[in-house]
């Protein structure tokens, strides 16, 4: 084992850093002129209500006069150095209007007091305990009558954990808080989002992600010494040998992941969306199309506060993105260009008008209830409410020929079928794969061609015709599985994916390296793509084995989404069973902890998909 930095890449990769900014310095360049100061910095420690004091960083704007309001971020990841007093990028149509920039690091980070727990569990109401929502809450209301020349209000803001921590605080707001901007936030991360897709593992984030978290304070990054993540992963084993071996109870949320592989009383205790009431304070919910980490907790507690909001407070904005990309031009997928800068449009003429009038008292107030910057189009849809309205729930049917077709689902009782092998599972991206930070490959893996897996024996595939016209989907999209397993247990991942024509763009130059293999020609977009695990088909909360060889439904849900699929499109789905290693390997044969399963366990199994399978598309009209 090898230490490294972790958090370092991470903070940068979520404050909006460039790819230039993530690589290493090169001899022949000179040291940067330092940055013009524009804001003075100071640091202090904040108590809470239990004693414990967090490590907090105000920055005041020098060319602002006045009361000015506070901008707050939580965050595990570390807070602004004493030579951060220059001009702040990702904020850069914000900074005009002045703003008293505070960062906090949470309890048992850096050098702030405390435990970092992870947990997400509220105090019951009336309780004298601590948590996430009670220490946003004292320190706003420790800023408010302690940071000179403010005006009173608070904002808060932040992308991923940062993210969670602005939306914790909803649940207990501060009256002093204003406007608040959850960006890739959670709500249940056994449902989705950084641990787990549906309660199956996601492996290789959560020990690349976990570690540094909990290990050390300071970020210290677990490195397995291989060049391919695929291949260490593959030799770990059981998931428990990644506790007993290697991190030896140093990360006390994975320990607790290994001991609770079913929805239990543990992680329901901390689906912290049920505490909140009506929604007070204006928000502002921000979600990526293709969030490698965190895509489905910014919608749902969006959905929460969507059903009591009688001022039309709360919003919702979409986009192509991948996590946190909006922070930054947002002009491309990785090596998939977008038309247009969705990720500055978005800071400049949604972001900052929404603080600018909540914080400020100056602009039009926001009217709108949801934007999107709609993929396959590329422009930007205002929806008078989210969902849309307007759609039609049109099923997609994937036929025993290998077709896809909205006229119906054929021949009842055919099936195509694949052999599953736990020794030889799908990797979710190319090999060799590299380590989750500060690999950008990480960061576009969900917009990656999925040429590469297309001529597995083990990933099915179904096709449409190309389409006539262009097809608009908006909104909620799921698969349904008509399928079986010769095992006890099973995953089924499904995507959906955009295929573009052949002459998309014209031919690359074959004189310069590598640009062939990167056009759009019969790219393969997916557009979405998710995992069910068998054994929680029934009951999240209890698994039990499947029954062999038995055709049954399988639920897949596929989340939010807006997109054209394009005239001379076509749509394709795949279906494999492995997807690894994003997601831990199922053993193909039921053992009540999944995690604890013994090398025996892992057996080959036939899968079969058949007819009745499909995809149910909003469609809008």
Same mark, same amino acid.
């Given at each position: 084992?090898?230490? =490294? %930095?972790?958090?370092?890449?991470?903070?940068?990769?979520?404050?909006? /850093?460039? !790819?230039?900014? &993530? +690589?290493?310095?090169? @001899?022949?360049?000179?040291?940067?002129?330092?940055?013009?100061?524009?804001?003075?910095?100071?640091?202090?420690?904040?108590?809470?209500?239990?004693?414990?004091?967090?490590?907090?960083?105000?920055?005041?704007?020098?060319?602002?006069?006045?009361?000015?309001?506070?901008?707050?971020?939580?965050?595990?990841?570390?807070?602004?150095?004493?030579?951060?007093?220059?001009?702040?990028?990702?904020?850069?149509?914000?900074?005009?209007?002045?703003?008293?920039?505070?960062?906090?690091?949470?309890?048992?980070?850096?050098?702030?007091?405390?435990?970092?727990?992870?947990?997400?569990?509220?105090?019951?109401?009336?309780?004298?305990?601590?948590?996430?929502?009670?220490?946003?809450?004292?320190?706003?209301?420790?800023?408010?009558?302690?940071?000179?020349?403010?005006? =009173? %209000?608070?904002?808060?803001?932040?992308?991923?954990?940062?993210?969670? /921590?602005? !939306?914790?605080? &909803? +649940?207990?707001?501060? @009256?002093?808080?204003?406007?608040?901007?959850?960006?890739?936030?959670?709500?249940?991360?056994?449902?989705?989002?950084?641990?787990?897709?549906?309660?199956?593992?996601?492996?290789?984030?959560?020990?690349?992600?976990?570690?540094?978290?909990?290990?050390?304070?300071?970020?210290?990054?677990?490195?397995?010494?291989?060049?391919?993540?695929?291949?260490?992963?593959?030799?770990?084993?059981?998931?428990?040998?990644?506790?007993?071996?290697?991190?030896?109870?140093?990360?006390?949320?994975?320990?607790?992941?290994?001991?609770?592989?079913?929805?239990?009383?543990?992680?329901?205790?901390?689906?912290?969306?049920?505490?909140?009431?009506?929604?007070?304070?204006?928000?502002?919910?921000?979600?990526?199309?293709?969030?490698?980490?965190?895509?489905?907790?910014?919608?749902?507690?969006?959905?929460?506060?969507?059903?009591?909001?009688?001022?039309?407070?709360?919003?919702?904005?979409?986009?192509?993105?991948?996590?946190?990309?909006?922070?930054?031009?947002?002009?491309?997928?990785?090596?998939?260009?977008?038309?247009?800068?969705?990720?500055?449009?978005?800071?400049?003429?949604?972001?900052?008008?929404?603080?600018?009038?909540?914080?400020?008292?100056?602009?039009?107030?926001?009217?709108?209830?949801?934007?999107?910057?709609?993929?396959?189009?590329?422009?930007?849809?205002?929806?008078?409410?989210?969902?849309?309205?307007?759609?039609?729930?049109?099923?997609?049917?994937?036929?025993?020929?290998?077709?896809?077709?909205?006229?119906?689902?054929?021949?009842?009782?055919?099936?195509?079928?694949?052999?599953?092998?736990?020794?030889?599972?799908?990797?979710?991206?190319?090999?060799?794969?590299?380590?989750?930070?500060?690999?950008?490959?990480?960061?576009?893996?969900?917009?990656?061609?999925?040429?590469?897996?297309?001529?597995?024996?083990?990933?099915?595939?179904?096709?449409?015709?190309?389409?006539?016209?262009?097809?608009?989907?908006?909104?909620?999209?799921?698969?349904?599985?008509?399928?079986?397993?010769?095992?006890?247990?099973?995953?089924?991942?499904?995507?959906?994916?955009?295929?573009?024509?052949?002459?998309?763009?014209?031919?690359?130059?074959?004189?310069?390296?590598?640009?062939?293999?990167?056009?759009?020609?019969?790219?393969?977009?997916?557009?979405?793509?998710?995992?069910?695990?068998?054994?929680?088909?029934?009951?999240?909360?209890?698994?039990?084995?499947?029954?062999?060889?038995?055709?049954?439904?399988?639920?897949?849900?596929?989340?939010?989404?807006?997109?054209?699929?394009?005239?001379?499109?076509?749509?394709?789905?795949?279906?494999?069973?492995?997807?690894?290693?994003?997601?831990?390997?199922?053993?193909?044969?039921?053992?009540?902890?999944?995690?604890?399963?013994?090398?025996?366990?892992?057996?080959?199994?036939?899968?079969?998909?058949?007819?009745?399978?499909?995809?149910?598309?909003?469609?809008?009209?």
């Amino acid at each position: 084992m090898m230490l =490294g %930095r972790a958090l370092t890449g991470m903070a940068l990769l979520l404050a909006g /850093a460039s !790819a230039g900014s &993530l +690589a290493g310095a090169r @001899p022949q360049q000179a040291a940067p002129a330092a940055p013009q100061a524009r804001y003075s910095y100071s640091q202090v420690m904040v108590p809470m209500r239990d004693g414990t004091r967090l490590q907090t960083v105000i920055r005041r704007p020098l060319d602002k006069q006045g009361p000015l309001p506070i901008l707050l971020q939580r965050s595990p990841y570390g807070v602004p150095p004493a030579s951060a007093v220059g001009r702040e990028r990702s904020l850069e149509f914000m900074e005009p209007d002045g703003y008293i920039l505070v960062h906090q690091n949470m309890r048992g980070r850096f050098e702030s007091e405390g435990s970092f727990t992870m947990s997400m569990a509220l105090q019951p109401q009336g309780a004298q305990g601590v948590d996430e929502a009670t220490d946003a809450y004292d320190t706003i209301d420790w800023l408010v009558k302690n940071v000179p020349a403010n005006n =009173g %209000r608070v904002g808060m803001m932040g992308v991923s954990y940062p993210g969670y /921590a602005a !939306a914790v605080a &909803l +649940a207990r707001p501060h @009256p002093a808080l204003k406007a608040v901007s959850p960006q890739a936030a959670w709500n249940d991360w056994w449902i989705n989002d950084d641990l787990h897709r549906y309660g199956a593992m996601r492996l290789s984030y959560a020990t690349d992600w976990l570690y540094p978290l909990q290990n050390n304070k300071q970020g210290e990054s677990f490195e397995t010494g291989a060049y391919d993540s695929y291949e260490w992963f593959l030799k770990l084993g059981p998931i428990e040998n990644l506790d007993k071996r290697h991190f030896k109870g140093s990360v006390p949320q994975l320990t607790q992941m290994i001991e609770h592989p079913d929805y239990d009383s543990f992680w329901k205790g901390q689906h912290w969306t049920d505490r909140l009431g009506r929604s007070t304070v204006p928000t502002l919910h921000v979600a990526g199309f293709w969030d490698q980490e965190d895509p489905l907790g910014s919608w749902k507690i969006y959905e929460k506060m969507e059903a009591d909001d009688p001022a039309n407070n709360n919003m919702i904005v979409g986009g192509p993105w991948a996590h946190g990309s909006w922070r930054q031009a947002a002009s491309d997928l990785g090596h998939f260009p977008i038309p247009g800068t969705s990720g500055t449009d978005f800071r400049r003429d949604i972001e900052a008008p929404f603080f600018r009038y909540w914080l400020h008292g100056k602009g039009p107030k926001p009217g709108f209830e949801a934007k999107m910057f709609q993929s396959g189009s590329w422009t930007w849809k205002s929806y008078r409410k989210w969902p849309a309205p307007g759609t039609t729930a049109t099923a997609l049917y994937l036929r025993a020929d290998g077709s896809l077709s909205f006229e119906g689902a054929g021949d009842a009782g055919q099936c195509r079928e694949f052999v599953s092998d736990p020794a030889n599972p799908v990797p979710f991206r190319e090999r060799p794969i590299s380590p989750t930070y500060p690999s950008l490959e990480w960061r576009w893996w969900e917009a990656a061609d999925q040429r590469f897996v297309e001529n597995r024996p083990d990933v099915l595939s179904w096709t449409s015709a190309p389409l006539e016209k262009d097809l608009t989907v908006t909104g909620d999209v799921a698969a349904t599985l008509m399928a079986s397993t010769s095992g006890t247990d099973s995953d089924m991942v499904v995507k959906l994916i955009d295929v573009y024509p052949d002459d998309a763009e014209p031919t690359p130059s074959p004189t310069q390296m590598g640009n062939y293999a990167k056009s759009l020609n019969g790219y393969r977009l997916p557009i979405a793509m998710e995992v069910r695990r068998g054994r929680w088909l029934d009951d999240w909360s209890t698994a039990k084995p499947l029954v062999p060889n038995q055709v049954r439904a399988w639920d897949v849900p596929l989340r939010d989404h807006d997109h054209v699929f394009k005239a001379g499109h076509r749509i394709m789905v795949q279906v494999q069973s492995s997807w690894f290693p994003v997601i831990d390997r199922n053993p193909q044969k039921f053992v009540p902890n999944i995690y604890k399963a013994k090398p025996e366990d892992f057996v080959k199994a036939t899968q079969r998909v058949c007819t009745g399978s499909k995809v149910t598309l909003p469609v809008m009209r």
